[in-house]
């Protein structure tokens, strides 16, 4: 969704640097979440956030740390990347109605750590 | 906390041919069944979802039922166009407690429909 835009697209990295995933939405939506993809696993929970003051762990949070700069932005670090964070990650975000709603996806980052 | 298994992990169909994904889930108190499509080099887009409070949905050609007493749903897909081959994935949600506006989506399951 155009809506949701993630930087960078791709990225390959080496063991122990730092790395930052950067997530916007124009959508207006409070709840935004980190999600990683791997083959046959699906998409995991890493952390998410209700509202600007708000940070969750989700599943698989060690690792990751993230930060809620604005409504509008929610970035992802690996504080010392290691090769097993290869992974499709994306960002997602959803409205706040009171209940569970649609989440919309950015196109994700592919990040590669040798 | 919520498990969501989803079956198969691929499915291979002829172009005109109906497709069924299913999926199962373990927390009773779910309530929100959303399934997404997500195309290659893309992001996953929700193409239908359905709550508890209903046992089928119907959009086109796909189609959502949810069995809430044996705790499974499933996607079908009828007259499949070789634009349907993706990955699908199912998830479920709650609307209280731990699951609370979060999904857990299964594995995916990978449809490839051929000419």
């Known amino acids: 969704d155009a809506d949701v835009t993630q930087t960078p697209r791709n990225r390959i990295t080496k063991t122990g640097k730092r790395i930052m995933l950067e997530c916007s939405q124009t959508?207006?939506?409070?709840?935004m979440y980190w999600y990683r993809q791997d083959p046959g696993l699906g998409l995991r929970l890493i952390y998410y956030?209700?509202?600007?003051?708000?940070?969750n762990k989700g599943e698989i949070s060690d690792g990751y740390s993230v930060s809620r700069q604005a409504q509008a932005k929610f970035s992802l670090s690996l504080e010392s990347a290691i090769p097993n964070q290869t992974a499709l990650y994306f960002c997602?975000?959803?409205?706040?109605?009171?209940?569970?709603?649609?989440?919309?996806f950015g196109p994700g980052t592919r990040l590669t750590v040798l | 906390g919520e498990n969501v298994e989803q079956h198969p992990s691929t499915l291979s169909v002829q172009e005109g041919d109906s497709a069924v994904i299913k999926c199962t889930y373990s927390?009773?108190?779910?309530?929100?069944f959303p399934w997404y499509k997500q195309e290659l080099g893309k992001g996953p887009q929700l193409i239908i979802d359905?709550?508890?409070?209903?046992g089928e949905k119907k959009d086109q050609r796909i189609a959502v039922t949810l069995n809430k007493t044996a705790k499974h749903f499933s996607l079908h897909i009828t007259e499949t166009q070789p634009e349907d081959s993706a990955v699908y994935f199912c998830?479920?949600?709650?609307?209280?407690?731990?699951?609370?506006?979060?999904?857990?989506f299964g594995a995916g399951t990978q449809v490839v429909v051929t000419p």
């Open positions: 956030s209700f509202d600007v003051k708000d940070i």
């Open positions: 959508k207006g939506h409070d709840r």
């Open positions: 927390d009773s108190a779910s309530n929100y």
């Open positions: 359905i709550r508890s409070n209903v």
């Open positions: 997602a975000t959803s409205g706040s109605t009171g209940r569970t709603d649609t989440q919309y």
């Open positions: 998830a479920a949600s709650g609307d209280r407690g731990d699951s609370w506006g979060k999904l857990q």
